[in-house]
């Protein structure tokens, strides 16, 4: 591959290269787990949105207290519908390429607010999270960095069709863990974020702008159906 192949991917690899700058088309939503005031988590978030920035893509950043919903209730959805911050998260995944999400770890397992939050969002048609390459990584004050509450978070997403990223990021001793401008005490934690976040990218950009990586999806090796993807409810 030629230097002008790194630069510029094309947009249908059955074509010549089309000149587009790599990456400066691709959007990615950065999620804050948290809606506390002051949270490492979304700390952790804005850290993450500017080394999104910095790679040559574009980052925007929220928090669940932007997407207020009350809990999940089946009744509630029949006679009403989807909520307003529900229908709002919707919206937001649908018009990133990419999402990340950094999230607090809860008694070793998902926040209570951040699950009830995927269930509103997994009522909505098409399913939002379905096909979305997604990156999680974690921040919290005790040495295991939130780790356990990120592999209890992969169970849903990857159920309702999210590409998880296999590489995960949990901050230990999140409380002391960044500089007054934002970065992290430790240079080496700081690299690694980095080098994470960048083989993230090259992932989405490859799946965004290469038609030949659209795949489908099976739950289970012996299903081999002709359908683009199993019926299940990523759909």
Same mark, same amino acid.
């Given at each position: 591959m030629n230097?002008?192949?790194i630069?510029h991917?094309?947009?249908?690899?059955? +074509?010549?290269?089309d000149?587009?700058p790599?990456?400066?088309?691709?959007r990615?939503?950065?999620l804050s787990?948290?809606? +506390?005031?002051g949270?490492?988590?979304?700390?952790?978030?804005?850290?993450?949105?500017s080394?999104?920035?910095r790679?040559?893509?574009?980052?925007?950043t929220?928090?669940?207290a932007?997407?207020? !919903?009350p809990p999940?209730?089946?009744?509630?959805?029949?006679?009403e519908?989807l909520?307003?911050?529900?229908?709002a998260?919707?919206?937001r995944?649908?018009?990133?390429q990419? %999402?990340i999400?950094a999230?607090?770890?809860?008694?070793?397992s998902v926040?209570?607010v951040?699950?009830?939050a995927?269930?509103?969002?997994? @009522?909505?048609r098409?399913q939002?999270?379905?096909?979305?390459q997604t990156?999680?990584?974690?921040?919290s004050?005790? !040495?295991?960095g939130?780790n356990?509450? *990120?592999?209890? *978070?992969?169970v849903?997403?990857?159920?309702? &069709?999210a590409?998880?990223?296999?590489? !995960?990021?949990? %901050?230990? #001793?999140?409380h002391?863990?960044?500089t007054?401008?934002?970065? %992290?005490t430790?240079? &080496?934690l700081?690299e690694? %974020?980095?080098?994470?976040i960048?083989?993230?990218?090259?992932?989405?950009?490859?799946?965004? @702008?290469?038609?030949?990586?659209q795949?489908?999806?099976?739950?289970?090796? #012996?299903?081999?159906t002709?359908?683009?993807?199993?019926s @299940?409810?990523?759909d």
């Amino acid at each position: 591959m030629n230097q002008n192949d790194i630069d510029h991917f094309p947009t249908d690899p059955g +074509r010549p290269h089309d000149g587009e700058p790599a990456r400066t088309s691709l959007r990615v939503l950065v999620l804050s787990g948290s809606s +506390r005031t002051g949270s490492v988590n979304a700390r952790l978030g804005s850290l993450v949105a500017s080394m999104v920035s910095r790679a040559g893509a574009t980052a925007r950043t929220a928090t669940l207290a932007d997407f207020p !919903m009350p809990p999940y209730d089946g009744d509630a959805e029949a006679d009403e519908g989807l909520p307003d911050g529900a229908l709002a998260m919707c919206k937001r995944i649908e018009a990133a390429q990419a %999402l990340i999400i950094a999230s607090p770890e809860y008694n070793a397992s998902v926040p209570g607010v951040l699950k009830n939050a995927i269930d509103w969002v997994s @009522r909505y048609r098409p399913q939002p999270f379905k096909d979305k390459q997604t990156l999680l990584v974690s921040a919290s004050p005790s !040495m295991v960095g939130g780790n356990r509450g *990120l592999w209890a *978070l992969r169970v849903p997403l990857e159920h309702l &069709g999210a590409r998880v990223y296999p590489d !995960m990021f949990s %901050l230990a #001793g999140a409380h002391q863990a960044f500089t007054e401008d934002g970065a %992290l005490t430790d240079p &080496g934690l700081g690299e690694r %974020l980095t080098t994470t976040i960048g083989s993230f990218l090259d992932l989405v950009e490859a799946d965004t @702008r290469y038609l030949c990586l659209q795949r489908r999806w099976y739950e289970f090796l #012996g299903d081999r159906t002709d359908a683009p993807v199993t019926s @299940r409810a990523q759909d």
